[in-house]
């Protein structure tokens, strides 16, 4: 099978795999992510963005540069690096890059940048192209990234219950979205079926999977005290509403 991922591509993907593997689920993981600039103005390009994933709260975002070199990283690459971080308000970076860095780029990240090597060999059996497709109509090629898989409780009536008697329900959905558009994607825990949810609520009320749980999905567009903007992804059940996945933007 011919792999759809050019190796920059998959380079990124992995990454970001590896990232959501070993971060708390806290965090949630979007590869391919833009941000508007505040000093720039413009939509910055992040290979991988790592935002809080409960709440609209960006004071805490890491940003992912991966680079594929034939030579090392240099001080000048650190120092647009840096350039970007400040650009889109980022606390940490993470540069990650095949062929290692010279001296004076080790000095020049310091604390706020984590550097690590990631040689080109850990592609080979890395394959996203059998990720799910994404289902948006004009969305060419996307496919979905599971960014986590966060633990729920809900509390609910079972059926049949008598005296009004709740009992604590634990569910594990996987959460993601797309690769290309970044639509968000929920697996449903009971029926394994994939479902969409648009990032904009305008006139949503929500979506529920085929199997009728007793709780929907529903995606907004919300915004943080300093006026940045987020899309949003929240659980709704009777009593609990809660924010399963984000990206800001
Ligand atoms: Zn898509
Ligand atoms: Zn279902």
């Known amino acids: ?6 190796n920059w591509k998959k380079y990124e993907r992995l990454i970001a795999q590896m990232m959501r593997d070993q971060l708390d689920t806290n965090f ?31 004071s805490t975002r890491l940003i992912v540069d991966a680079k594929i070199r034939t030579r090392k990283i240099s001080l000048l690459d ?9 650009d889109v308000q980022a606390t940490h970076g993470y540069l ?17 940048i984590t550097l690590r090597i990631l040689p080109l060999e850990y592609l080979e059996n890395f394959e996203p192209s059998n ?18 898989y966060p633990a729920i409780d809900l509390y609910v009536q079972p059926q049949g219950a008598i005296n009004h008697e709740i009992s604590k329900l634990t569910i594990v959905n996987y959460v993601g979205k797309c690769d290309k558009c970044r639509c968000f994607y929920i697996k449903c825990t009971n029926c394994k079926t994939i479902l969409m949810v648009p990032h904009s609520d305008n ?20 915004s943080d005290s300093s006026g940045n903007k987020s899309a949003e992804l929240h659980l709704i059940a009777s ?11």
């Open 78 to 86: 650190v120092e647009s690096f840096i350039g970007l971080m400040n």
């Open 131 to 148: 990720w799910p497709d994404c289902t948006v109509k004009n969305c060419k090629n996307g496919k979905v990234f599971w960014d986590g």
């Open 28 to 58: 949630s993981v979007t590869p391919n992510a833009t941000i508007k600039g505040i000093s720039s103005n413009i939509n910055r390009q992040i290979d991988v963005l790592i935002d809080s994933r409960h709440d609209t709260d960006n």
């Open 239 to 249: 009593n609990k509403v809660m924010t399963v996945s984000r990206r800001s933007f």
């Open 96 to 112: 990650v890059s095949t062929n290692g860095f010279t001296k004076s780029a080790i000095i020049r990240a310091q604390e706020a």
């Open 1 to 6: 099978m011919t792999s759809e991922y050019p």
């Open 203 to 222: 006139g949503d009320c929500g979506h529920q999977c085929t199997c009728r749980q007793s709780w929907f999905w529903l995606g907004s567009i919300e």
